[in-house]
């Protein structure tokens, strides 16, 4: 059984996405205009994958921590070190970066990326591609499209924004297992 | 809603349900807890350690407000409003989580006062005199006698 955040990633997340999938093939025909309102389309697409990238790692960062904080005794301590774990939090404020997930979770005693590079070297890439979709995401939210920042190219296609949302899917499920088998590890319970 | 902060009995308010992602699903909470006068925290608790709170906001008496004013918080109170322009902050009194009198920029967690700060009343942390009459005016605000404000006034001094 995963965890809660990863249940309610397939379960509602991965729906909304799709919903923006299919705006994007209602959009069809060879007709002058397409072009620009498909690229529109990915351009939310692109800000709706961030986002919801970045609700699915705070909703595991939340649940981890509940995981943790429960282990502790005495109770008194308890609010003390969810305040420590989830004040200040880079998620809540900030994009789903590898540096801002990075610093979140490694909070909770490893050093994630780490961890996440060593179950597969498919993860390299995967982090590669989750550093393109939010440098993406900062360019169409601040409409400052430097080609330096965004790989040599300024026109953002369907394919690409899949790709980074495989990634997404991929990465989701390796941060599930990691966290998973970590907390396992520091409080002797499996937590999903 | 209230919970313990280590020793610290700490009223909070629920800002955000994250919805049932805790541990067996409990439901996690976003708090934002008080810490008057500076910016608040926004820490998360789960359903299961948080207590409903009903407590009402206790009045100061008097003395309490004169002795806080009189030691720091009146000088504290007029330095923000230093810079003046628009949305000109409002200042109110009311008690920390020990109990203690605070001024709080936050309406809800105020029992006394409201009025807004007035603009530019300090000279070298001393009541700049210009302005006397306008900081007594804003005293009487928090319930204090003009006596009571003067006595606050002459305790903090002044300042040409």
């Not at chain 1, 921590?65 to 420590?84: G, H, K, T, W």
């Not at chain 2, 809800?108 to 009459?133: Q, Y």
């Amino acid at each position: 059984m995963p965890s809660n955040s990863l249940q309610h990633w397939n379960a509602t997340r991965i729906v909304e996405l799709d919903e923006i999938a299919n705006a994007h093939l209602q959009v069809g025909g060879g007709a002058r205009g397409r072009r620009y309102a498909t690229e529109q389309i990915n351009h939310a697409y692109t800000m709706l994958l961030s986002s919801q990238f970045q609700g699915f790692c705070r909703d595991l960062h939340s649940e981890a921590v509940d995981y943790i904080v429960r282990s502790v005794n005495p109770l008194s301590l308890r609010a003390v070190f969810r305040a420590e774990f989830t004040l200040h939090r880079k998620l809540d404020r900030g994009n789903p970066n590898p540096g801002n997930i990075g610093s979140d979770f490694n909070r909770l005693g490893l050093i994630f990326w780490d961890q996440i590079r060593a179950q597969s070297r498919w993860n390299h890439g995967r982090i590669g591609h989750l550093e393109d979709l939010n440098n993406w995401r900062n360019a169409i939210a601040h409409q400052d499209f430097d080609p330096a920042q965004l790989g040599g190219i300024i026109n953002l296609r369907l394919a690409t924004v899949r790709r980074w949302r495989q990634a997404c899917e991929r990465l989701a499920a390796v941060f599930d297992a990691i966290i998973g088998n970590h907390i396992a590890q520091i409080t002797g319970t499996q937590p999903w | 809603m209230s919970f313990t902060l280590g020793t610290t009995p700490i009223q909070g308010v629920v800002i955000d349900d994250r919805g049932p992602i805790g541990a067996n699903r409990v439901r996690i909470f976003r708090v934002r807890v008080p810490n008057d006068p500076y910016d608040e925290d926004v820490i998360e608790m789960p359903e299961d350690e948080l207590a409903l709170e009903n407590r009402s906001i206790e009045s100061i008496p008097n003395p309490d407000v004169v002795n806080y004013l009189e030691h720091g918080g009146l000088v504290q109170i007029l330095k923000a409003n230093m810079s003046g322009g628009k949305n000109q902050p409002r200042v109110w009194l009311g008690r920390d989580s020990l109990g203690n009198v605070v001024h709080t920029f936050i309406a809800e967690r105020g029992s006394v006062g409201g009025a807004t700060i007035p603009f530019f009343a300090l000279h070298d942390n001393r009541l700049f005199t210009p302005k006397l009459n306008e900081v007594l005016a804003f005293l009487s605000t928090f319930g204090l006698t003009a006596g009571d404000a003067k006595q606050v006034a002459r305790a903090v001094g002044t300042a040409p």
